[in-house]
Protein backbone atom coordinates (compact mmCIF):
# COMPACT_ATOMS: atom_id res chain seq x y z
CA UNK A 1 0.00 0.00 0.00
CA UNK A 2 3.09 2.20 0.80
CA UNK A 3 4.39 1.59 -2.42
CA UNK A 4 1.11 2.23 -4.38
CA UNK A 5 0.62 5.43 -2.34
CA UNK A 6 4.02 6.82 -3.08
CA UNK A 7 3.53 6.26 -6.90
CA UNK A 8 0.51 8.32 -6.61
CA UNK A 9 2.17 11.04 -4.65
CA UNK A 10 4.89 11.27 -7.20
CA UNK A 11 2.91 11.09 -10.54
CA UNK A 12 3.71 13.56 -12.72
CA UNK A 13 0.67 15.53 -15.03
CA UNK A 14 1.45 16.61 -17.58
CA UNK A 15 -0.10 20.11 -19.23
CA UNK A 16 0.32 22.87 -21.93
CA UNK A 17 -0.26 26.45 -21.35
CA UNK A 18 -1.53 27.98 -24.90
CA UNK A 19 -1.10 31.50 -24.67
CA UNK A 20 -2.90 33.85 -27.48
CA UNK A 21 -1.57 36.95 -29.33
CA UNK A 22 -4.73 37.83 -30.76
CA UNK A 23 -6.49 41.11 -29.57
CA UNK A 24 -9.66 40.87 -30.89
CA UNK A 25 -12.09 38.71 -27.52
CA UNK A 26 -14.16 36.94 -30.50
CA UNK A 27 -11.04 35.59 -32.45
CA UNK A 28 -9.63 34.52 -28.79
CA UNK A 29 -13.21 32.55 -28.07
CA UNK A 30 -13.96 30.93 -31.18
CA UNK A 31 -9.69 29.63 -31.23
CA UNK A 32 -10.01 28.12 -27.60
CA UNK A 33 -13.54 26.83 -28.70
CA UNK A 34 -11.64 25.32 -31.75
CA UNK A 35 -8.42 23.47 -29.52
CA UNK A 36 -10.90 22.58 -26.86
CA UNK A 37 -13.06 20.29 -29.58
CA UNK A 38 -10.15 19.26 -31.05
CA UNK A 39 -8.78 18.16 -27.98
CA UNK A 40 -11.84 16.35 -27.17
CA UNK A 41 -13.34 15.11 -29.65
CA UNK A 42 -10.74 11.78 -29.02
CA UNK A 43 -9.53 10.25 -26.45
CA UNK A 44 -11.25 11.72 -22.88
CA UNK A 45 -13.71 13.72 -23.44
CA UNK A 46 -14.68 16.48 -20.83
CA UNK A 47 -18.09 16.83 -22.35
CA UNK A 48 -20.40 18.28 -25.49
CA UNK A 49 -22.17 20.54 -23.25
CA UNK A 50 -19.27 22.30 -21.82
CA UNK A 51 -17.99 22.23 -25.44
CA UNK A 52 -21.19 23.67 -26.61
CA UNK A 53 -21.30 26.57 -24.32
CA UNK A 54 -17.13 27.50 -25.32
CA UNK A 55 -19.17 27.88 -28.85
CA UNK A 56 -21.41 29.80 -27.33
CA UNK A 57 -18.98 32.22 -26.08
CA UNK A 58 -17.80 32.56 -29.45
CA UNK A 59 -20.88 33.66 -31.31
CA UNK A 60 -22.18 36.27 -28.26
CA UNK A 61 -20.94 39.26 -25.61
CA UNK A 62 -18.89 37.43 -22.86
CA UNK A 63 -21.30 38.62 -20.53
CA UNK A 64 -24.15 36.15 -21.53
CA UNK A 65 -21.62 33.20 -21.52
CA UNK A 66 -20.37 34.68 -18.20
CA UNK A 67 -23.97 34.74 -16.95
CA UNK A 68 -24.59 31.00 -17.16
CA UNK A 69 -21.48 30.16 -15.85
CA UNK A 70 -22.55 32.24 -12.66
CA UNK A 71 -26.12 30.85 -12.34
CA UNK A 72 -24.39 27.45 -12.57
CA UNK A 73 -21.68 28.39 -10.20
CA UNK A 74 -24.92 29.45 -8.13
CA UNK A 75 -27.03 26.43 -8.23
CA UNK A 76 -24.16 24.02 -8.24
CA UNK A 77 -23.46 25.50 -4.94
CA UNK A 78 -26.48 25.62 -3.19
CA UNK A 79 -28.27 22.52 -5.24
CA UNK A 80 -25.53 20.54 -6.33
CA UNK A 81 -27.33 21.06 -9.78
CA UNK A 82 -25.22 20.05 -12.82
CA UNK A 83 -24.27 22.07 -15.71
CA UNK A 84 -26.36 19.65 -18.30
CA UNK A 85 -29.86 20.16 -17.61
CA UNK A 86 -28.90 23.92 -17.05
CA UNK A 87 -27.44 24.31 -20.86
CA UNK A 88 -30.64 22.05 -22.12
CA UNK A 89 -32.96 24.37 -20.14
CA UNK A 90 -31.32 27.64 -21.63
CA UNK A 91 -30.79 26.84 -25.33
CA UNK A 92 -34.15 25.15 -25.19
CA UNK A 93 -35.46 28.32 -24.17
CA UNK A 94 -33.62 30.01 -26.90
CA UNK A 95 -35.34 27.49 -29.86
CA UNK A 96 -32.54 24.65 -29.97
CA UNK A 97 -33.92 21.24 -30.17
CA UNK A 98 -32.53 18.75 -27.57
CA UNK A 99 -30.37 16.83 -30.25
CA UNK A 100 -28.74 20.52 -31.63
CA UNK A 101 -27.69 20.83 -27.74
CA UNK A 102 -25.77 17.58 -27.54
CA UNK A 103 -24.14 16.65 -30.73
CA UNK A 104 -20.74 17.09 -31.32
CA UNK A 105 -21.56 17.41 -35.55
CA UNK A 106 -24.06 20.42 -34.70
CA UNK A 107 -22.48 22.91 -32.85
CA UNK A 108 -21.29 24.90 -34.89
CA UNK A 109 -24.33 25.48 -37.34
CA UNK A 110 -26.70 25.26 -34.08
CA UNK A 111 -24.65 28.88 -32.67
CA UNK A 112 -24.47 30.29 -35.71
CA UNK A 113 -28.49 29.80 -36.16
CA UNK A 114 -28.81 31.36 -32.41
CA UNK A 115 -26.43 34.51 -33.35
CA UNK A 116 -28.22 35.16 -36.36
CA UNK A 117 -31.83 34.98 -34.74
CA UNK A 118 -30.59 36.80 -32.16
CA UNK A 119 -28.34 39.38 -33.73
CA UNK A 120 -30.78 42.39 -33.69
CA UNK A 121 -32.25 41.25 -30.38
CA UNK A 122 -29.49 40.80 -28.17
CA UNK A 123 -31.49 42.09 -25.39
CA UNK A 124 -34.13 39.19 -25.57
CA UNK A 125 -30.99 36.67 -24.15
CA UNK A 126 -30.08 39.01 -21.29
CA UNK A 127 -33.72 39.28 -20.16
CA UNK A 128 -34.59 35.29 -21.02
CA UNK A 129 -31.56 34.42 -18.78
CA UNK A 130 -33.03 36.60 -15.86
CA UNK A 131 -36.07 34.12 -16.64
CA UNK A 132 -34.26 30.98 -16.63
CA UNK A 133 -32.19 31.88 -13.46
CA UNK A 134 -36.18 32.69 -11.65
CA UNK A 135 -37.70 29.74 -12.82
CA UNK A 136 -34.56 27.85 -11.52
CA UNK A 137 -34.67 29.21 -8.08
CA UNK A 138 -38.30 28.85 -8.28
CA UNK A 139 -38.22 24.99 -8.65
CA UNK A 140 -35.58 24.43 -6.14
CA UNK A 141 -37.53 26.73 -3.34
CA UNK A 142 -40.52 24.28 -4.76
CA UNK A 143 -38.50 20.82 -4.17
CA UNK A 144 -37.01 22.00 -0.95
CA UNK A 145 -40.00 23.35 0.73
CA UNK A 146 -42.38 20.93 -0.34
CA UNK A 147 -40.31 17.63 -0.23
CA UNK A 148 -37.30 18.37 1.57
CA UNK A 149 -35.19 17.89 -1.37
CA UNK A 150 -32.90 20.23 0.00
CA UNK A 151 -30.63 18.62 -2.80
CA UNK A 152 -29.84 16.98 -6.23
CA UNK A 153 -28.50 14.01 -4.10
CA UNK A 154 -31.92 13.02 -3.74
CA UNK A 155 -32.79 12.90 -7.14
CA UNK A 156 -32.14 9.87 -9.50
CA UNK A 157 -31.93 12.20 -13.13
CA UNK A 158 -31.33 16.04 -12.87
CA UNK A 159 -33.59 15.95 -16.26
CA UNK A 160 -36.79 15.35 -15.04
CA UNK A 161 -36.34 18.79 -13.44
CA UNK A 162 -36.55 20.21 -17.24
CA UNK A 163 -40.44 20.40 -17.86
CA UNK A 164 -41.33 22.13 -14.10
CA UNK A 165 -37.87 24.93 -15.08
CA UNK A 166 -39.79 25.09 -18.79
CA UNK A 167 -43.39 24.92 -17.16
CA UNK A 168 -42.32 28.01 -14.71
CA UNK A 169 -40.64 29.85 -17.35
CA UNK A 170 -43.77 29.49 -19.60
CA UNK A 171 -45.86 31.28 -16.84
CA UNK A 172 -43.46 34.10 -15.53
CA UNK A 173 -43.27 32.31 -12.17
CA UNK A 174 -40.97 34.14 -9.60
CA UNK A 175 -40.76 32.36 -5.92
CA UNK A 176 -42.43 29.07 -4.88
CA UNK A 177 -45.21 30.99 -3.83
CA UNK A 178 -46.32 32.49 -7.08
CA UNK A 179 -47.88 28.83 -7.62
CA UNK A 180 -51.07 27.71 -6.17
CA UNK A 181 -51.40 25.10 -4.07
CA UNK A 182 -53.05 22.94 -6.68
CA UNK A 183 -50.50 23.50 -9.55
CA UNK A 184 -47.77 22.80 -6.89
CA UNK A 185 -49.40 19.14 -6.18
CA UNK A 186 -50.15 18.43 -9.94
CA UNK A 187 -45.76 19.60 -10.07
CA UNK A 188 -45.06 17.58 -7.47
CA UNK A 189 -46.77 14.41 -8.63
CA UNK A 190 -45.58 14.26 -12.32
CA UNK A 191 -41.94 15.21 -11.02
CA UNK A 192 -42.04 12.16 -8.34
CA UNK A 193 -43.78 9.73 -10.49
CA UNK A 194 -41.27 10.77 -13.30
CA UNK A 195 -38.20 10.23 -11.00
CA UNK A 196 -39.03 7.11 -9.75
CA UNK A 197 -40.20 5.44 -13.17
CA UNK A 198 -36.68 6.92 -14.10
CA UNK A 199 -38.32 8.26 -17.73
CA UNK A 200 -35.72 9.83 -19.43
CA UNK A 201 -32.78 7.18 -18.80
CA UNK A 202 -33.01 6.28 -22.49
CA UNK A 203 -33.88 8.45 -25.62
CA UNK A 204 -33.06 11.50 -23.08
CA UNK A 205 -33.71 14.08 -26.57
CA UNK A 206 -36.68 12.60 -27.96
CA UNK A 207 -38.68 12.63 -24.70
CA UNK A 208 -37.40 15.36 -23.69
CA UNK A 209 -38.21 16.90 -26.61
CA UNK A 210 -41.70 15.59 -26.30
CA UNK A 211 -42.22 16.53 -22.87
CA UNK A 212 -41.28 20.17 -23.28
CA UNK A 213 -44.10 20.53 -26.26
CA UNK A 214 -46.21 19.32 -23.86
CA UNK A 215 -45.65 21.61 -21.26
CA UNK A 216 -45.48 24.25 -23.74
CA UNK A 217 -48.95 23.80 -25.16
CA UNK A 218 -50.84 24.45 -21.80
CA UNK A 219 -51.48 28.22 -21.23
CA UNK A 220 -52.86 28.11 -17.75
CA UNK A 221 -52.49 24.22 -15.75
CA UNK A 222 -49.25 22.34 -15.31
CA UNK A 223 -50.63 19.74 -18.11
CA UNK A 224 -50.42 16.30 -15.48
CA UNK A 225 -52.54 14.12 -17.44
CA UNK A 226 -51.21 14.88 -20.65
CA UNK A 227 -47.38 14.39 -19.14
CA UNK A 228 -48.62 11.36 -17.10
CA UNK A 229 -50.00 9.87 -20.31
CA UNK A 230 -47.41 10.48 -23.06
CA UNK A 231 -45.51 8.64 -20.00
CA UNK A 232 -47.31 5.59 -19.98
CA UNK A 233 -46.83 5.49 -23.42
CA UNK A 234 -43.00 4.33 -22.86
CA UNK A 235 -40.87 1.60 -21.21
CA UNK A 236 -41.51 0.76 -18.56
CA UNK A 237 -44.94 1.64 -19.54
CA UNK A 238 -46.01 3.07 -16.05
CA UNK A 239 -47.94 6.09 -14.96
CA UNK A 240 -47.86 5.84 -11.28
CA UNK A 241 -46.62 4.21 -8.33
CA UNK A 242 -47.74 1.23 -7.00
CA UNK A 243 -48.40 0.73 -3.22
CA UNK A 244 -46.03 -2.68 -3.54
CA UNK A 245 -43.30 -0.55 -4.97
CA UNK A 246 -43.13 1.14 -1.65
CA UNK A 247 -44.33 -1.01 1.29
CA UNK A 248 -42.39 -3.39 2.23
CA UNK A 249 -39.56 -3.14 -0.51
CA UNK A 250 -35.80 -3.28 0.28
CA UNK A 251 -32.82 -1.62 -1.42
CA UNK A 252 -29.65 -0.62 -0.80
CA UNK A 253 -30.15 3.12 -2.09
CA UNK A 254 -25.84 3.38 -1.63
CA UNK A 255 -25.19 0.88 -3.72
CA UNK A 256 -24.51 2.53 -7.46
CA UNK A 257 -27.27 3.61 -9.48
CA UNK A 258 -29.25 0.46 -7.80
CA UNK A 259 -32.34 1.98 -5.98
CA UNK A 260 -31.48 5.10 -6.76
CA UNK A 261 -35.51 6.05 -7.49
CA UNK A 262 -36.01 5.33 -3.76
CA UNK A 263 -34.03 8.62 -2.83
CA UNK A 264 -36.81 10.84 -4.21
CA UNK A 265 -39.09 9.39 -1.74
CA UNK A 266 -36.14 9.40 0.82
CA UNK A 267 -36.48 12.40 2.62
CA UNK A 268 -40.03 12.80 2.98
CA UNK A 269 -42.24 9.52 2.44
CA UNK A 270 -45.32 10.85 4.01
CA UNK A 271 -45.86 13.76 1.48
CA UNK A 272 -44.16 11.73 -1.53
CA UNK A 273 -47.22 9.51 -1.03
CA UNK A 274 -49.72 11.66 -1.03
CA UNK A 275 -48.52 13.49 -4.21
CA UNK A 276 -48.02 10.38 -6.02
CA UNK A 277 -51.50 9.15 -5.11
CA UNK A 278 -53.32 12.46 -5.47
Not at 22 to 31: C, G, I, M, Q, R
Not at 69 to 87: C, K
Not at 108 to 118: D, G, I, M, P
Request: charged share 25%; proline share 3%.
Amino acid sequence: MDGVGERIVNYELPFYVLKSTASDNDEVYEKIAEIFTRVNSAGVKIGNLEMFLSFFATAFPKEYKDSIIEMHEEFSEAYELDLEPLVRFIFSRMGLKQNQITKVTSFKKSVQSLKERFSKQKKQIGDLLRRAHSSVATVTELLSSELGASSTQYIPSQNALLPLFDYVFEQNGDGANSLSSPEKKRMLRWFITASFNSIYSTSTNHKLETDLEISRKSKSNFPLDDLLSAMKGRSPHRNKIEKDDIVGAYTNVLRGRSGKEYLVLNENLTKCAFYAAF
